[in-house]
């Protein structure tokens, strides 16, 4: 069974940092890409970042271009990312998510990953 757990969630001020841990379990770990995802309140769940397999390929929502980097440790079975110059609007619950398919997507949708971790709270103060 596939399962996936979020870390590194908190509350910091606008123009901070975090990073965000997911640590995944049940299969190759190696073998799939991993994505993040985030829900703001009242908002529908909303793609952030996608890493291939071996972290070739990346993929970024516009809003976090520049600012956030995923990345991951196939040694330990772990994806990550680093979020830097936080803003309030980036205030959402953090899913870390992957997919049943080792092809890499060119546009990645909550409705179409397989798994999710429960989540874990990012609140950006003004």
């Known amino acids: 069974q596939v399962q996936l757990v979020e870390s590194g969630g908190g509350l910091v001020q606008a123009g901070g940092s975090l990073r965000l841990s997911c640590a995944a379990s049940?299969?190759?770990?190696?073998?799939?890409?991993m994505a993040w995802f985030r829900q703001a309140p009242g908002k529908e769940r909303e793609f952030v970042a996608a890493m291939s397999q071996t972290g070739v390929r990346t993929s970024y929502a516009d809003s976090v271009k520049d600012r956030f980097t995923i990345s991951r440790d196939n040694t330990k079975n772990t994806v990550y990312l680093q979020m830097n110059s936080l803003k309030p609007e980036d205030t959402a619950v953090y899913y870390c998510?992957?997919?049943?398919?080792?092809?890499?997507?060119?546009?990645?949708?909550?409705?179409?990953?397989?798994?999710w971790g429960k989540g874990t709270l990012v609140t950006v103060s003004s």
């Open positions: 049940g299969r190759t770990f190696s073998s799939y890409p």
């Open positions: 998510a992957s997919v049943n398919r080792v092809a890499w997507q060119g546009r990645w949708y909550a409705d179409g990953m397989d798994y």
